[in-house]
Structures are given as structure tokens and as C-alpha cells.
DNA sequence: CGGCTGATGATCT
DNA sequence: GATCATCAGCCGG
């Protein structure tokens, strides 16, 4: 499978388009053992001004690199347990970013099956956490410029993606009405609840 | 399948 | 010391 590297000029400058513009797109993880990679069929879009986003508050060591340019990483950890991958948005200063809450998975489904201890495919990156978890997505990868090959990266495929649902965003309750949420419409690999789903 | 709850640690006040 | 952009496991239907 051909994965051709994404560049910035590739990514809309607004975020909610790159949200939109996320799903069916790849997200590559090279590692010593081999490859991993999975087709994003699940995003929430958080913006400038946006009392749920965590550069609400203004830029701190944590969210620094949601401030970056768009196209690099936003990683972080979310109830002491789950790491969560973002994509920034926006130009240098900006604090939005793109939340990447599930992947369909293409490549190294026996690694990511050994690092979630299940071989259940439409449960191995289905919800942020568990993408997390399956691709390796570790607290040192926070501020990597996805833009560029390394250990993490985006990618496309000859595989244009489906009809985009839209939806409120889960698990937040500020600004919890706004259909921020994106996902492919009749993936298997998309998480949340049906309602959200239709 | 849907609803509930405890776990767990980085971060900021 | 409070607050989480979550999940697995357990329960009842």
C-alpha cells in the first residue's frame, strides 16, 4: 500500500476544514519493529476562543504545541492514563488543534493487537486512548512536525473517503453543543454512541 | 447492548 | 487539591 506524505500546504488553514479534511486521510508510526498505520475515520476540531480547548487558558508548557504551526503533534495525557493524539492547527501563536479519535487500522495489526493485548479489529484504535495505545503514541512525540517523514507522520491512499457525518464532541462540557465532531459515515471503526452516529 | 464507576497521573492554581 | 478531550470491567435486561 502507497502512503504518500502529506506537507503543510496541504492542510487547511482553518481548522474545522482540517478536521473535515482529516478523515480518510493517514496516520503513519514507523517504529524499529516496522510500521504502523491507520485511516483516521473519526475527528473533533477545537478552536480559537473555544472554552473547551485546552489552549483556553492561554499557552503553558503543556499545550505549547498546540500553538505551533498546523500540521505538528499535540500529545497529552488524559486521566492519568490515556494518551491523546492532535494534530495543531492554524498559524504559529494559534492554540487549535485537531483531536484523532479513531483509525481504521492498514498496516502492523499484529503490533498494534500485541500493544493492546486483543486482536479485535474494529476495537484496536477505535476512541483516542485506545488509538493511543495501539500505535505508540508516547508523550515524547509531542511538538513532531507530522509534515515530515519520522516516527510519526500523515499520509494519503488512493482511497477517497466516505460521505462525513458531523456531530457534538464527546466527553467535554463546555461548549458541549458545537458539531465539532467529525466521522466517515458506516465506518465499524468509529467510536462513540449510536445516536452520535447516524 | 446500555449504564455506571473506579483507576490514575500530569498539570495548573 | 481539583480537574480532566477515557476506558475496561461489571452489572442488569
Given at each position: 500500500m502507497r502512503i504518500t506524505k502529506l506537507t503543510?500546504?496541504?492542510?487547511?488553514?482553518d481548522t474545522t476544514e482540517l478536521a473535515r479534511f482529516l478523515i480518510g486521510r493517514i496516520v503513519v508510526r514507523d517504529l524499529p519493529e516496522g510500521r504502523i498505520s491507520g485511516r483516521i475515520v473519526e475527528t473533533e476540531a477545537y478552536l480559537h476562543?473555544?472554552?473547551?480547548?485546552?489552549s483556553f487558558g492561554g499557552e503553558t508548557p503543556r499545550n505549547r504545541?498546540?500553538?505551533?504551526?498546523?500540521g505538528h503533534a499535540y500529545v497529552y495525557v488524559a486521566y492519568g492514563i490515556h494518551r491523546m493524539l492532535n494534530v495543531a492547527g492554524g498559524a504559529h501563536g494559534i492554540g487549535t488543534g485537531v483531536l484523532i479519535r479513531a483509525v481504521e487500522p492498514l498496516d502492523g495489526i499484529a503490533l498494534m493487537q500485541a500493544r493492546r493485548g486483543m486482536s479485535k479489529l474494529t476495537d484496536l484504535a477505535r476512541g483516542p486512548g485506545r488509538l493511543a495505545m495501539a500505535m505508540e503514541i508516547?508523550?515524547?512525540?509531542?511538538?513532531?512536525?507530522?509534515?515530515?517523514?519520522?516516527p510519526l507522520w500523515l499520509g494519503r491512499i488512493d482511497r477517497p473517503a466516505g460521505e462525513i457525518g458531523t456531530s457534538i464532541r464527546i466527553g467535554?462540557?463546555?461548549?458541549?453543543?458545537?458539531?465539532l465532531r467529525f466521522y466517515e459515515r458506516g465506518s465499524r471503526f468509529v467510536s462513540g454512541r449510536k445516536l452520535l452516529n447516524v
Open positions: 503543510r500546504a496541504d492542510l487547511p488553514a476562543g473555544d472554552a473547551a480547548a485546552h504545541s498546540l500553538f505551533l504551526e498546523r508516547t508523550l515524547g512525540l509531542d511538538g513532531t512536525d507530522l509534515t515530515v517523514k519520522g467535554i462540557t463546555k461548549e458541549a453543543e458545537r458539531p
